[in-house]
């Protein structure tokens, strides 16, 4: 038998496929024999906007709406829970048939007018959302819980969320065209196992469908706000947030059914690359051209004329030392070197090989007597090698670049 979550991706592949991601994550195989097939919990993820990662730290902050859908059984009152979150706070939200209130982090209760004696009071268990990988979050206003439907009891959760994630390892050796992915962590992690109130081999997690959000959103199970803009970083507009199911690293993955599930979350991710544009088209190109002046000095002057050769040289050297001090304050501070710094660097000891080269044939015309004829042939020789030198760093740099266009074309 396949789970509901089976049958939502079904559906829903060929209009939305390329925003679920991996659909392995997506399917279980349960024997019917062994277990009736669960029910789920589906979520709608919508982000709002997204800071500068930090990429020393491996952070980034985003706000973003999570919404949870799940119908309830008729005895799915009766599984009450004392397991209120003294830090959660009760909201409220109109229904046809009354007013429901938050109790705790996982209860709402329906507060109606029924009878001439009085109100009356039913509720409810709310799946208790867990932010995995947040490092500190906070609420923004007050969680909302509704009846959207009465005939299939279709409830619907959501609270609007500013947290700060921790990411995976965010290495910038590849600076300024590294790239990222970011990623929000949702599960359910209370009363997982077995017995409990989200058992999970009965309540699996699942993606929302159009069914659930009404038409809410163009995509049904979430998406990236078009006027999201993330400060000197770009993503592809087009292409926008993946979904994917992805086992728990620290979660209980033995299961106690036969073809049973490692605990999961949903993993929201969105690929992002470093905006490389102030490096590409003003400092590169700077330090290409002050090479080759340091090239042509070598061309132009004699080795008898040192002190002026030198000279010219170290000003060469000085004009990229002050260009370092401006670049090196914009870089991410870290404990390895990075690609920008190896470029840069190799420019700069390219200046020196010069000025040694230059005091080397300096040395043999004026005590070896070698004629200029000689010393000619070594002073074109560092030449082709500054110059082979310079378009292979130019190259390995601008590479990057020509990899993203193309895969800008592809997309």
Not at 30 to 53: C, E, G, H, Y
Not at 145 to 161: A, F, G, I, N, P
Not at 170 to 175: G, H, I, T
Not at 302 to 321: I, K, S, T
């Amino acid at each position: 038998t396949r789970s509901p979550s089976s049958d939502i991706e079904n559906q829903k592949s060929s209009r939305y496929g390329h925003y679920y991601g991996s659909t392995n994550s997506l399917t279980s195989a349960l024997s019917s024999a062994q277990q009736p097939s669960p029910k789920t919990i589906r979520f709608q993820v919508v982000v709002w906007s997204i800071d500068r990662p930090d990429v020393t730290l491996s952070r980034v902050s985003m706000k973003f709406r999570v919404t949870l859908y799940w119908n309830v059984d008729d005895g799915g009152d009766d599984n009450g829970s004392d397991n209120a979150d003294e830090t959660s706070v009760s909201t409220r939200s109109t229904s046809q048939n009354g007013v429901w209130v938050m109790q705790g982090r996982s209860r709402a209760s329906l507060k109606a007018q029924t009878t001439t004696d009085g109100e009356t009071e039913s509720s409810i268990d709310v799946p208790p959302l867990s932010i995995i990988n947040a490092e500190s979050f906070q609420a923004i206003g007050t969680p909302d819980v509704s009846m959207l439907r009465e005939d299939d009891k279709l409830m619907r959760w959501t609270c609007l969320y500013r947290a700060t994630l921790r990411q995976n390892s965010m290495k910038v050796r590849n600076f300024p065209h590294d790239e990222h992915t970011l990623t929000i962590q949702l599960g359910i992690l209370q009363q997982r196992h077995k017995g409990g109130l989200w058992d999970r081999n009965k309540w699996r997690i699942a993606l929302a469908t159009e069914d659930d959000s009404l038409g809410s959103t163009s995509v049904p199970h979430g998406l990236l706000v078009d006027s999201v803009a993330i400060p000197e970083f770009m993503y592809n507009k087009k292409k926008g947030m993946s979904f994917d199911f992805a086992a728990i690293p620290f979660g209980n993955n033995t299961g106690y059914y036969p073809g049973d599930e490692s605990e999961q979350c949903l993993e929201v991710s969105l690929d992002v690359c470093q905006d490389s544009g102030y490096y590409d088209t003003n400092i590169i190109p700077l330090f290409t051209i002050i090479t080759l002046a340091a090239i042509a000095v070598i061309a132009a002057m004699d080795a008898e004329f040192f002190f002026q050769r030198g000279l010219l040289l170290l000003n060469c050297a000085f004009v990229e030392v002050g260009q370092r001090t401006t670049i090196d304050s914009r870089l991410p501070r870290v404990r390895y070197q990075i690609k920008m710094q190896r470029i840069l660097n190799s420019f700069f000891y390219m200046l020196f090989f010069l000025e040694f080269e230059s005091a080397f044939v300096y040395l043999l015309t004026k005590r070896e007597g070698w004629s200029m004829e000689h010393t000619d042939i070594i002073d074109w020789i560092a030449i082709l090698l500054a110059l082979g030198n310079t378009f292979y760093l130019t190259h390995m740099y601008y590479k990057d670049v020509n990899i993203r266009l193309v895969k800008k074309r592809k997309n």
